[in-house]
């Protein structure tokens, strides 16, 4: 691509076009609507009959952008290939897989059918115990490196780098041959993410450093639905305007 790859979120039919319309390359049905819209405390919260709702909401608004959708954590324990099969036959274009201890088996099996795999290394929601930046030494940051490296060969076609240190990631980029699309890493990754309601000021939860909130809709939103019960306990609303004759 000329430019860098712009993925963000999306997890209902109306933000869906709302985003493919303002030219995102990637629309992302992120298991984090678990917290972001479901009001749950953790992705792992979420399973297949979930995501496959929200994908085939996505999907019908989706014309342009490429839609990849996170794979669950029951997906992963159970039969990859067919859940990786319906969330494709619903319209999507692609899956993402967090690494785990036999991510790798699931990458194989579905690259091999032809799927293509997104994958997702240093912080791993799914299976996190602490969420912090990982890869700040050596060590944890070569295992991230080789998990990377892995998932390439494997077959991914491109990789997420989660809250890692700026510095890795651009060493990452570099020695990588797939795209990496940072979130919490930098500004020298191929192409960024972010969740669409951390970026509009719909998350009422803690937003993480990496987070830029540019609009503050939770507040535009709040304001109009005070004005709306003023109008209604006033009788200003519904006016003549707005009534059949």
Request: charged share 20%; glycine share 8%.
């Amino acid at each position: 691509m000329d430019h860098k790859i712009v993925m963000l979120t999306a997890y209902d039919y109306p933000t869906a076009r709302i985003a493919d319309r303002a030219g995102v390359d990637i629309v992302l049905v992120g298991d984090s609507l678990a917290n972001v819209v479901l009001g749950l405390d953790a992705t792992s919260q979420v399973g297949m009959d979930v995501m496959l709702h929200h994908a085939k909401a996505v999907c019908r608004g989706v014309e342009s952008a490429m839609v990849v959708v996170d794979m669950p954590v029951d997906a992963m324990q159970g039969d990859s290939l067919k859940d990786a099969r319906k969330l494709i036959e619903a319209g999507c274009d692609a899956v993402k897989i967090e690494w785990s201890a036999h991510c790798l088996e699931a990458v194989k099996a579905i690259c091999s059918a032809g799927i293509a795999v997104m994958g997702h290394v240093g912080l791993t929601p799914q299976t996190a115990q602490e969420f912090k930046v990982q890869g700040r030494d050596a060590a944890s940051a070569k295992l991230i490196m080789d998990q990377a490296l892995a998932m390439q060969e494997t077959g991914c076609f491109a990789i997420v780098l989660e809250c890692v240190p700026e510095m890795l990631a651009q060493e990452m980029t570099r020695i990588l041959k797939i795209p990496t699309i940072g979130i919490g890493a930098g500004k020298f990754c191929d192409g960024q993410v972010l969740v669409l309601h951390d970026m509009l000021g719909l998350n009422d939860r803690k937003v993480p450093k990496f987070v830029k909130q540019y609009v503050d809709l939770s507040a535009a939103m709040a304001s109009a639905i005070g004005s709306y019960k003023e109008d209604v306990i006033s009788g200003k609303f519904p006016g003549p305007e707005h009534t059949f004759h």
